[in-house]
């Protein structure tokens, strides 16, 4: 073991709405997000899904950071179930240690 090297940042397993992975998919994505996103388990849910992601908690901010075109602006539509899935994950993402 290395004396004062820092420990490895654990994986944290947080549930994606669908409505937010799909969007995600769909944009320009870092190695990381990439993987994390492809290696990430689909759970149906009514009509819809959830995609459970493992990823340490960097990645988890960044992939919500890149979601905020999902609450309108710029130009571009806010559609309310888009804003709420993306409100969900950020209520997950944000129970994270910093």
């Known amino acids: ?13 947080l549930d994606m ?6 969007y995600r998919r769909t944009t320009e994505l870092e190695r990381a997000e990439r993987a994390a996103l492809d ?4 759970v149906r849910r009514g009509p819809g899904y959830t995609l459970r992601v ?4 960097a ?3 960044r992939l919500l950071a890149c979601c905020q075109p999902l609450d309108g602006g710029q130009g571009i539509p806010a559609v309310t ?5 993306r409100r969900e ?3 997950r993402v944000s129970t994270l240690a910093p």
């Open 1 to 13: 073991m290395i004396p004062d090297a820092p420990a490895p940042e654990l994986l944290v397993t």
């Open 17 to 22: 709405t669908g409505k937010v992975a799909d």
């Open 39 to 42: 290696q990430g388990t689909t």
């Open 54 to 57: 493992s990823a340490v908690s």
């Open 59 to 61: 990645v988890h901010r």
């Open 81 to 85: 179930a888009q804003r709420k899935a």
């Open 89 to 91: 994950y950020q209520n």
